[in-house]
């Protein structure tokens, strides 16, 4: 039996990103793909914390590891991985290790606003990891998540890019979102611009035996 990574994804368009970058990085991986929008709109209107029994009965009895590309709730099922007895990753770690060793000023940028706090603790953690002071500010792209819920995903795009190019007093700008990682090709900022999907992907198949 081939051991594959599963991906816990709340919107169905990371499904075709994870494939491309599978096809592109790790050809031959077997990746499997769980889409439970609901669990975004639960924290959304709730909290984090409270999605934690439908991720735990979701995930329980996964056969690998698991990769949840959705930051809003990466840090409440990466914490349920000791029950579940399996390697939990959330897609962003790897992306805020990378932030924090690039620069001490580090600016966050979401579209929707309970993306904000995960992120900003999950730097700070990191930071802390690595002995290295760290700043960060957060900003929120005015109108881009309509966007995207309206399905015009080259108008998120160009709002998230063009909010990143007005970032000023940055060492490294941080897309803390898996839906944005394509803003980062768009953008004409001289300050590095981290997106999360393919670090992310690549640090959860390192965990698959």
Known sequence: MVTGLTLLHTSPVHVPVFDALRDRDHPGAVLRHLVVPELLDRARA???DSVAPAVRALLDGSAGPVLVTCSTIGAV??????ELGVPVLRVDRPMASEAVRTGARVAVLATVESTLDPTVALLREEAERAGRPVSVTTHVVADA?????????????????RAADTVTDADVIVLAQASMADASSLTTTATPVLASPAPGLTAALRAVV
């Open 46 to 48: 709730q909290g984090p």
């Open 77 to 82: 099922a990466e914490a349920l991985a000791p």
């Open 145 to 161: 998540w309509s966007r995207f819920e309206a399905g015009d995903t080259a108008g998120y795009l160009r709002l998230t890019a």
